[in-house]
Nanobody, 126 residues
Framework: VQLQASGGGLAQPGDSLRLSCAVF????????IGWFRQAPGKEREGVAC????????DYEASVEGRFTISRDNAKTTVYLQMNSLKSEDPAVYYC????????????????????WGQGTQVTVSS
């Protein structure tokens, strides 16, 4: 199983960016993908997650209403649409999954994920 994150870049406050997480090697219909971020000097935090079998989602409070996690119909890519970017959003963003499957409720806890993609840098600067 491999995850590949992309789509990061430089944006101005108020701009939008869309991150993509390509999922390789998962053949079952059910899996959970989470997006996480880590800013310099800070702990990694869970930003959003999605259960791709029922499209249920969960968001960290500071991004709810601004960020949207979604998947494509083929269930091979998960997106993080980031709108109204703020100065507190810059970080390296990672996508992750629990393999073979997540047990229990939808979670943004780092400990519940065991397969991680490489990060993609998001910079917000005027």
């Amino acid at each position: 199983v491999q995850l590949q994150a992309s789509g990061g870049g430089l944006a101005q406050p108020g701009d939008s960016l869309r991150l993509s997480c390509a999922v390789f090697g998962i053949t079952k219909d059910y899996y959970v993908i989470g997006w996480f971020r880590q800013a310099p000097g800070k702990e990694r935090e869970g930003v959003a997650c999605i259960n791709n079998s029922d499209d249920s989602t969960d968001y960290e409070a500071s991004v709810e209403g601004r960020f949207t996690i979604s998947r494509d119909n083929a269930k091979t890519t998960v997106y993080l649409q980031m709108n109204s970017l703020k100065s507190e959003d810059p970080a390296v963003y990672y996508c992750a999954t629990r393999f073979p499957r997540m047990v229990g409720p939808l979670s943004r806890r780092i400990a519940d994920y065991n397969v991680w993609g490489q990060g993609t840098q998001v910079t917000v600067s005027s």
